[in-house]
Structures are given as C-alpha cells and as structure tokens.
C-alpha cells in the first residue's frame, strides 16, 4: 500500500484517456473516502453527478448553448465518465467559502484516490460552468454551484509524465510577519 506522501507524489492529470470506466459501484468506494475531509460542522456541501455515455451529450449540447455554438461541444466527450463537483451551500453560520472550500477538498482528494487507483483524471472548467443551461442540464438547486468537472477515463498505455515540478515549498511557507514599531 502506498502512503499517501507517495500517492500525493505520484499523482499525475491525464488530459487524454482511453474508453474503460470504473464502475458506479468502484466510484461509491472512493467518494464515500474523499468524503472524510475536514468539514466545518459536518454540512456535508456537496454532491457528485455521474455523467456518462449520452448524459455527455447532453452537456456538449448545453455547453453550446451556454456558448451561442450551433454545434455541440466536443469537450465532454473526451472521457467515458465525467464527475461534475457540485457546492450545495447549506443554510448555516458556516459561510458559503467554507463551504465551497470542502466541496473543492472532495474534489482533489477524489482525484488522488481515482489516480492512486490506476484511473486517468483530469479536472477541467470553462466560461460555461456556471452557465444557466449548464446548471439546468444537471438538474442543479438553486443553492447549488459547479466546480467544474473531473474527467475520468483508463491510464493510456504508454503516457508521457507531465512536466510540472514538485513545487518550492520555501516559496510557500513563510511566518507572520513582525508587528510594525510605531
Ligand atoms: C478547479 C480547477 C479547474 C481546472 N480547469 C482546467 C481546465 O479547464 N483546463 C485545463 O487545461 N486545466 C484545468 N485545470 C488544471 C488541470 O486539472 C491540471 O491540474 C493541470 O493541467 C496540471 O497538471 P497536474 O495536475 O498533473 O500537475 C483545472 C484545475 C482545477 C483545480
């Protein structure tokens, strides 16, 4: 079993995948993992919808729509199974960012355990996510909000590791700063 140092390290975006899909019942496992993030007041903002075979058509139509395109968009179908992350804000004193803050946490944790479990992913947006045809096309509530989607497909054979570095962390971590002498 790998750590979750290495599986963090390991963890590539696949911007191309092949036709092979986990299963609704694979996919129960992990979300219900991802589920374990930090969550102020356990409100639980989030939900996940399963978009797969023509419900990809769907999206490319109302992603043309969102656009003013004639055509369908070709985007979803670049993968079997598309997650869209959904923020469903809860009435609370939880502030909505908090909230947004644990669906997005959801999201990334997902996208490690669907990799370390040898699923290609990809997280992806654009101008139409939140586009009202969009939101109605995933039956969204008003109270409701996309983070975009993951698009989750198999591991092509021989893949091409992506080129971006494991980060600086001295470029990240810093003190408080000293309070100023008056
Ligand atoms: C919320 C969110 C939305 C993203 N949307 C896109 C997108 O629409 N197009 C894109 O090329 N990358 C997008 N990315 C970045 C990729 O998912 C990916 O992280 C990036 O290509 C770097 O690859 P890596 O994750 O292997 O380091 C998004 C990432 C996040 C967190």
Redesign the pocket.
Known sequence: MTSALEAVLER??MSKVTDEAPTHDELLTLVSAAGRVADHSSLRPWRIIELRGDDRLRLAKAIAKAEGDKKPSSKPLRAPLLLAVVASYRKSKVPEWEQEAVASGVAHVLSLLLDEAGWGV?????SHTRAKAVAKAHGLGKDEVL??WLYVGGKPPRTRP?R?RTVDARHHVSRMPKPKKV
Do not use: N
């Open positions: 590539r975006s990809f997280w992806r947006t654009g983070l975009g992506s971006r």
